[in-house]
């Protein structure tokens, strides 16, 4: 795997290191090498014929391009972004602001950057506070909805349109631009009968394999970060993926790996846990893409499985201190894969220091954070309790948009192989259903009776 932006140690998962009854044997992966292969053709073969589009996004020049040349005619007197959007169409982003444009709280930009905020929830907790804080003459909005009719989206974009009407009148439109399906959908119509600039998602793309569109290239431009290094690092794992030999493919393993813990070991919860405070938020962004993609009642060939892993998103070395006790002596069903940030962009080395801190001297945070990781997974690997982890030498666009895809490709894999379309989401579908009927939403009318119905059922299970 050399010559790709990340490392894949899987030592600390295999019979060697963890033993027989949590690891699994260089044998079972020999073995899985045929159904590897096939979910790889499959997923090519779907590849090829457009029906699958997240593996050739970080060849998207021509998207590039044209945001790249959208955002350069966006006045500099915008200095606030407010993204809409929810799930795939949030989650992304707030990953790369959060890993390359630093901790939110704190506001730190450089001169000339740009502020970005993600709306992501009806709950109007958040919405209000920043609408009440930011200038509408200073701000540009961007509603993200593949369908252009996602009720939480659509909603909270109802809100804002009107804050901006409010204060600018018709030039609320110069403060607007959408990401939508290209043919289709309220975004699109409302983008057509006003003017208002919009991006296609792809229709072959689904919206947690969306973050390297414009999804979340657009935002990332607009904040000047660095796309074109992200689409690069992604690009480079694309190619290092199509490989047919298991070993030589670091997204095959990652999948294989936890296909095979998650069949022959019972390890159904999957943890993330990155040292790195920088990633918190993408635990968030794989949690959705690892549960949506790979929770399913039915396999390709109809049969009632109810399969999936459960995914947690943890941080280290913060949750070694809180869901660690867990992790160490709870149920042994669970596979960790840490994510190891070699070098920091800024680091401290401690002081020489007398008594009993003496041993800190001269060591650097990063040195620390390492050696916590690693007593981790040998404290985990001496009870038998398996865990990978992926190396990356630093945290920046090109190696953030290498993560973003290692994962995508894995778990579309790891669907494969397990037999289930890791495309389709029609349990979160089922749910958007009733909550259109119950809102009154046209043509929805049944759904909206089922739930009524369900709702005003016997109420005495209550607890006063």
């Given at each position: 795997?050399?010559?790709?932006?990340?490392?894949?140690?899987?030592?600390?998962?295999?019979?060697?290191?963890?033993?027989?009854?949590?690891?699994?044997?260089?044998?079972?992966?020999?073995?899985?090498?045929?159904?590897?292969?096939?979910?790889?053709?499959?997923?090519?073969?779907?590849?090829?014929?457009?029906?699958?589009?997240?593996?050739?996004?970080?060849?998207?020049?021509?998207?590039?391009?044209?945001?790249?040349?959208?955002?350069?005619?966006?006045?500099?007197?915008?200095?606030?972004?407010?993204?809409?959007?929810?799930?795939?169409?949030?989650?992304?982003?707030?990953?790369?602001?959060?890993?390359?444009?630093?901790?939110?709280?704190?506001?730190?930009?450089?001169?000339?950057?740009?502020?970005?905020?993600?709306?992501?929830?009806?709950?109007?907790?958040?919405?209000?506070?920043?609408?009440?804080?930011?200038?509408?003459?200073?701000?540009?909005?961007?509603?993200?909805?593949?369908?252009?009719?996602?009720?939480?989206?659509?909603?909270q974009w109802l809100v804002v349109r009107r804050w901006l009407e409010t204060a600018l009148g018709r030039?609320?439109?110069?403060?607007?631009?959408?990401?939508?399906?290209?043919?289709?959908?309220?975004?699109?119509?409302?983008?057509?009968?006003?003017?208002?600039?919009?991006?296609?998602?792809?229709?072959?793309?689904?919206?947690?394999?969306?973050?390297?569109?414009?999804?979340?290239?657009?935002?990332?431009?607009?904040?000047?970060?660095?796309?074109?290094?992200?689409?690069?690092?992604?690009?480079?794992?694309?190619?290092?993926?199509?490989?047919?030999?298991?070993?030589?493919?670091?997204?095959?393993?990652?999948?294989?790996?936890?296909?095979?813990?998650?069949?022959?070991?019972?390890?159904?919860?999957?943890?993330?846990?990155?040292?790195?405070?920088?990633?918190?938020?993408?635990?968030?962004?794989?949690?959705?893409?690892?549960?949506?993609?790979?929770?399913?009642?039915?396999?390709?060939?109809?049969?009632?499985?109810?399969?999936?892993?459960?995914?947690?998103?943890?941080?280290?070395?913060?949750?070694?201190?809180?869901?660690?006790?867990?992790?160490?002596?709870?149920?042994?069903?669970?596979?960790?894969?840490?994510?190891?940030?070699?070098?920091?962009?800024?680091?401290?080395?401690?002081?020489?220091?007398?008594?009993?801190?003496?041993?800190?001297?001269?060591?650097?945070?990063?040195?620390?954070?390492?050696?916590?990781?690693?007593?981790?997974?040998?404290?985990?690997a001496n009870d038998g309790r398996p865990s990978l982890t992926l190396r990356v030498a630093r945290l920046?666009?090109?190696?953030?948009?290498?993560?973003?895809?290692?994962?995508?490709?894995?778990?579309?894999?790891?669907?494969?192989?397990?037999?289930?379309?890791?495309?389709?989401?029609?349990?979160?579908?089922?749910?958007?259903?009733?909550?259109?009927?119950?809102?009154?939403?046209?043509?929805?009318?049944?759904?909206?009776?089922?739930?009524?119905?369900?709702?005003?059922?016997?109420?005495?299970?209550?607890?006063?």
């Amino acid at each position: 795997m050399s010559g790709i932006p990340i490392q894949l140690d899987y030592s600390m998962c295999m019979e060697s290191h963890v033993g027989a009854i949590g690891g699994i044997s260089e044998l079972h992966l020999e073995g899985e090498i045929p159904t590897f292969k096939a979910a790889l053709c499959r997923l090519k073969s779907g590849i090829e014929k457009g029906e699958i589009g997240f593996w050739n996004l970080p060849e998207s020049l021509e998207t590039l391009r044209d945001v790249q040349e959208y955002a350069a005619s966006v006045p500099e007197s915008v200095t606030d972004v407010i993204v809409l959007g929810i799930g795939g169409s949030s989650l992304g982003m707030r990953a790369i602001a959060h890993a390359l444009g630093g901790p939110p709280e704190l506001r730190l930009r450089q001169q000339g950057d740009r502020a970005v905020y993600v709306a992501d929830n009806s709950d109007p907790w958040f919405l209000s506070r920043l609408l009440e804080t930011l200038i509408p003459q200073n701000t540009l909005v961007v509603t993200i909805s593949k369908s252009g009719s996602t009720v939480e989206t659509v909603a909270q974009w109802l809100v804002v349109r009107r804050w901006l009407e409010t204060a600018l009148g018709r030039r609320a439109r110069e403060h607007q631009v959408f990401v939508t399906d290209p043919e289709r959908g309220v975004l699109q119509e409302f983008a057509v009968a006003e003017s208002i600039p919009f991006f296609a998602i792809p229709p072959n793309v689904g919206g947690r394999f969306s973050v390297l569109s414009a999804v979340g290239l657009l935002p990332s431009i607009l904040c000047n970060f660095d796309a074109k290094g992200m689409m690069q690092g992604a690009k480079e794992l694309a190619d290092a993926c199509r490989t047919e030999e298991l070993s030589q493919n670091p997204a095959g393993m990652l999948a294989a790996l936890h296909v095979l813990h998650q069949r022959l070991r019972g390890h159904n919860q999957h943890v993330l846990m990155p040292y790195a405070d920088a990633l918190r938020p993408f635990g968030d962004w794989w949690v959705q893409l690892w549960a949506e993609s790979l929770g399913k009642r039915l396999d390709r060939r109809g049969r009632w499985i109810e399969c999936g892993p459960t995914p947690i998103s943890a941080i280290g070395a913060t949750d070694q201190h809180a869901q660690g006790q867990l992790f160490m002596e709870g149920p042994r069903n669970k596979l960790i894969t840490f994510i190891e940030i070699s070098s920091a962009e800024k680091d401290f080395t401690l002081p020489k220091t007398a008594g009993p801190l003496s041993y800190l001297s001269g060591t650097s945070l990063t040195e620390i954070l390492k050696a916590e990781l690693q007593g981790s997974a040998v404290a985990l690997a001496n009870d038998g309790r398996p865990s990978l982890t992926l190396r990356v030498a630093r945290l920046d666009a090109r190696h953030l948009g290498a993560l973003f895809f290692i994962f995508e490709a894995a778990t579309a894999i790891a669907g494969e192989m397990m037999g289930i379309d890791p495309f389709n989401q029609p349990g979160v579908e089922a749910g958007k259903r009733l909550t259109a009927g119950l809102l009154g939403r046209p043509g929805y009318e049944e759904e909206g009776q089922t739930a009524r119905r369900a709702m005003d059922g016997d109420q005495r299970h209550y607890a006063l």
